[in-house]
């Protein structure tokens, strides 16, 4: 999904190695801060969906670690000065704010439909 994210028709390559890892938006812990407005049953079943997970390098993912989700946002866009280079990551903080079960439930259902698009697999 990434690849296909922008228009360029040579898209940079994406060097998966440890450095690259898979984000949890709403963390897989509660966090102490800013509570989600997750109940937790919610939260049991929204951790591990497709539309919960984005791509970060290790750095910024270790910054965002188990914060909630506004203090997530500011490390996405800012943190040191530095945005994160992946698209879908940089479309949570641009359409999906606040981050609940319902927008949980749209990101997903926008992966899956651009998903389908590419590979033709649904």
């Known amino acids: 999904m990434e690849y296909f994210a922008t228009d360029d028709i040579s898209p940079?390559?994406?060097?998966?190695?440890?450095?690259?890892?898979?984000?949890?938006?709403?963390?897989?812990?509660?966090?102490?801060?800013?509570?989600?407005?997750?109940?937790?049953?919610?939260?049991?079943?929204?951790?591990?969906?497709?539309?919960?997970?984005?791509?970060?390098?290790?750095?910024?993912?270790?910054?965002?670690s188990n914060k909630s989700f506004s203090e997530k946002m500011e490390i996405y866009?800012?943190?040191?000065?530095?945005?994160?280079?992946f698209e879908s990551t940089q479309r949570i903080y641009q359409f999906y704010t606040p981050w609940n079960p319902d927008e949980l439930k749209n990101r997903q259902n926008e992966m899956i439909k651009k998903i389908n698009e590419k590979l033709d697999i649904f």
């Open 12 to 64: 940079n390559e994406i060097k998966i190695n440890r450095k690259l890892q898979v984000e949890h938006i709403l963390p897989q812990r509660k966090p102490k801060k800013n509570p989600q407005e997750f109940t937790d049953e919610e939260r049991k079943d929204s951790i591990y969906k497709l539309g919960n997970l984005t791509l970060l390098y290790g750095r910024k993912n270790i910054q965002a």
């Open 77 to 85: 866009q800012n943190k040191d000065g530095l945005r994160t280079c």
